[in-house]
């Protein structure tokens, strides 16, 4: 007899994790598909998560009690209005869980973060994609106008995951206006560090301003804590109260909270590698644009190739250089940033790129 499961699954796609490259003709291999920082932790972040390995045999503490303070103090709110989880798709995750029933739609700008329409149908809700505008934005007008009465969440990715495109802060502004107060607005900025555009939205002000909205950070991009699994969602108190509710207990570990604080008190030396990133990724897509291919301008820590039916074509020479991208079969593909010779490998490529296939694109 076979095992009971449950009806759907295979229906939802299981998330992809970046793939590792292999090396090719004796080069270095290089992974620029999962939107990791290259640079390793800080010396003091070791140090942190090397004493708190001594703590491994208890619990941590399920509030992260004394981060959810230092990040309260970073933004202006109150510790009760964090709320944390392993990565801020675990928030998101709960987010849903929160507030939506089975049966209610999530919204969402498609193509954004790849997780946003599995999450969505797991917790038993129904996704509800809106195509970008022709120039990759979010199309805030359509998603206002298609809000019905079970649209329960919005989630807003900014910069937008995969192709880094920003939204200003009038746009969203009136945008927020528009959703009826009873719909939540997730403002999604996992690569918030990296945007340096300045008439961007900025999530904490439309939190203070609006009720209905949230705003999701991650201390894994930046910070460069991937692998510690830490992020949070500033969130209404009513709100936060449940996100702790349906929240796995203990996802945040001792070593992940002490890893954050640490970060967190180095303010300086983020903000020089912010600043290596944001260099390297303007490098990066000048020199795409160069060599003619359709890179767009992007405010995270990575590139977008607009290569539609070309995007296998082009991931296979990426591939043959020992570089492993995210590809998205027949739209495009995102270039992480990573350190300085990788990112001259792909500027390598790219000039191959351009010889092979810039006049069939």
């Given at each position: 007899?076979?095992?009971?499961?449950?009806?759907?699954?295979?229906?939802?796609?299981?998330?992809?994790?970046?793939?590792?490259?292999?090396?090719?003709?004796?080069?270095?291999?290089?992974k620029?598909?999962?939107?990791?920082?290259p640079?390793?932790p800080?010396?003091s972040?070791?140090?942190?998560?090397?004493?708190?390995?001594?703590?491994?045999?208890?619990?941590?503490?399920?509030?992260?009690?004394?981060?959810?303070?230092?990040?309260?103090?970073?933004?202006?709110?109150?510790?009760?209005?964090?709320?944390?989880?392993?990565?801020?798709?675990?928030?998101?995750?709960?987010?849903?869980?929160?507030?939506?029933?089975?049966?209610?739609?999530?919204?969402?700008?498609?193509?954004?973060?790849?997780?946003?329409?599995?999450?969505?149908?797991?917790?038993?809700?129904?996704?509800?994609?809106?195509?970008?505008?022709?120039?990759?934005?979010?199309?805030?007008?359509?998603?206002?106008?298609?809000?019905?009465?079970?649209?329960?969440?919005?989630?807003?990715?900014?910069?937008?995951?995969?192709?880094?495109?920003?939204?200003?802060?009038?746009?969203?502004?009136?945008?927020?206006?528009?959703?009826?107060?009873?719909?939540?607005?997730?403002?999604?900025?996992?690569?918030v560090?990296?945007?340096?555009?300045?008439?961007?939205?900025?999530?904490?002000?439309?939190?203070?301003?609006?009720?209905?909205?949230?705003?999701?950070?991650?201390?894994?991009?930046?910070?460069?804590?991937?692998?510690?699994?830490?992020?949070?969602?500033?969130a209404?108190?009513?709100?936060?109260?449940?996100?702790?509710?349906?929240?796995?207990?203990?996802?945040?570990?001792?070593?992940?909270?002490?890893?954050?604080?640490?970060?967190?008190?180095?303010?300086?030396?983020l903000?020089?590698?912010?600043?290596?990133?944001?260099?390297?990724?303007?490098?990066?897509?000048?020199?795409?644009?160069?060599?003619?291919?359709?890179?767009r301008p992007?405010?995270?820590?990575?590139?977008?190739?607009?290569?539609?039916?070309?995007?296998?074509?082009?991931?296979?020479?990426?591939?043959?250089?020992?570089?492993?991208?995210?590809?998205?079969?027949?739209?495009?593909?995102?270039?992480?940033?990573?350190?300085?010779?990788?990112?001259?490998?792909?500027?390598?490529?790219a000039?191959?790129?351009?010889?092979?296939?810039?006049?069939?694109?």
């Open positions: 007899m076979a095992i009971s499961q449950r009806s759907g699954l295979a229906d939802i796609p299981a998330y992809r994790q970046g793939s590792a490259a292999e090396a090719t003709s004796g080069l270095v291999p290089y620029l598909s999962s939107n990791e920082n640079y390793p800080l010396p972040v070791l140090a942190a998560v090397g004493a708190s390995a001594a703590d491994v045999n208890r619990y941590p503490d399920m509030a992260a009690a004394e981060l959810a303070q230092a990040v309260a103090a970073q933004w202006g709110v109150a510790a009760e209005n964090i709320c944390f989880g392993a990565g801020s798709v675990d928030v998101a995750s709960q987010l849903i869980h929160a507030v939506a029933n089975p049966g209610d739609q999530v919204m969402f700008a498609w193509r954004s973060f790849e997780a946003y329409p599995s999450l969505a149908t797991v917790a038993g809700a129904v996704p509800q994609p809106i195509p970008l505008t022709a120039d990759g934005g979010h199309d805030l007008t359509a998603m206002a106008a298609a809000i019905t009465p079970r649209t329960k969440l919005v989630f807003v990715c900014n910069p937008n995951n995969p192709n880094g495109a920003v939204l200003s802060a009038d746009a969203m502004d009136g945008f927020v206006r528009a959703v009826p107060d009873h719909v939540v607005v997730v403002i999604d900025e996992a690569y560090q990296f945007n340096q555009n300045p008439g961007t939205a900025v999530g904490i002000d439309l939190f203070k301003k609006y009720p209905n909205v949230v705003v999701l950070h991650t201390f894994s991009k930046a910070y460069g804590l991937a692998g510690l699994r830490v992020g949070y969602a500033i209404p108190i009513g709100l936060a109260e449940n996100l702790r509710k349906v929240a796995i207990p203990f996802t945040v570990t001792n070593m992940a909270q002490s890893a954050a604080l640490v970060s967190l008190r180095a303010p300086a030396e903000a020089e590698r912010v600043r290596a990133v944001v260099s390297e990724r303007d490098r990066l897509y000048a020199g795409l644009a160069a060599a003619g291919l359709p890179v992007s405010e995270a820590n990575f590139v977008w190739l607009d290569c539609g039916s070309r995007t296998a074509a082009i991931a296979e020479q990426f591939e043959a250089n020992a570089l492993a991208v995210r590809v998205f079969p027949g739209e495009g593909i995102r270039i992480s940033v990573g350190e300085p010779e990788a990112n001259s490998r792909v500027l390598e490529t000039a191959q790129l351009a010889a092979l296939l810039v006049p069939a694109l």
